[in-house]
């Protein structure tokens, strides 16, 4: 677990109830890994929101767009729970190779990091 100093956030950064793996998986199937992990002696993970999500990106930086602190990351888009405005098939999508964010169809496979 990583914690975040400014927001007093903890982050998920172990991945080994995944085989090790960082998970990758739809917007739902992502809301649900979060609310059932179990992690560090905690059970209360969820799925950050979009400005959450954002907090961690480290805009100094590219491939991956974060600190090093974190051990376990992917320079790929990662799911927040905030679901796009305009359509609710859609969800907002954070991408940590550079930081931008953009919508997605939420039945397409994304990176999860669970927060609490």
Same mark, same amino acid.
């Given at each position: 677990m990583?914690?975040?100093?400014?927001?007093?956030?903890q982050w998920?950064?172990?991945?080994?109830? &995944?085989?090790?793996?960082?998970? &990758?998986?739809?917007?739902?199937?992502?809301?649900?890994?979060?609310?059932?992990?179990s992690?560090?002696?905690?059970t209360d993970?969820r799925?950050?929101?979009k400005?959450e999500?954002?907090s961690?990106v480290?805009?100094?930086t590219?491939?991956?767009a974060?600190?090093p602190i974190?051990?376990?990351?992917? *320079? *790929? &888009?990662?799911?927040p729970?905030?679901?796009?405005?305009?359509?609710?098939?859609y969800?907002?999508?954070?991408?940590f190779y550079?930081?931008?964010?953009f919508r997605?169809?939420?039945? &397409?496979?994304?990176t999860?990091?669970c927060?609490?």
């Amino acid at each position: 677990m990583v914690t975040d100093s400014a927001t007093l956030l903890q982050w998920q950064d172990d991945y080994s109830d &995944n085989g090790g793996s960082i998970k &990758n998986t739809t917007w739902t199937t992502a809301i649900d890994y979060c609310e059932t992990l179990s992690l560090g002696g905690y059970t209360d993970w969820r799925l950050p929101n979009k400005k959450e999500l954002l907090s961690i990106v480290d805009y100094g930086t590219y491939n991956p767009a974060i600190s090093p602190i974190f051990q376990n990351t992917s *320079s *790929s &888009n990662y799911w927040p729970s905030t679901s796009y405005a305009y359509g609710t098939s859609y969800a907002w999508i954070v991408d940590f190779y550079n930081g931008l964010t953009f919508r997605n169809d939420k039945t &397409n496979a994304y990176t999860v990091r669970c927060v609490r």
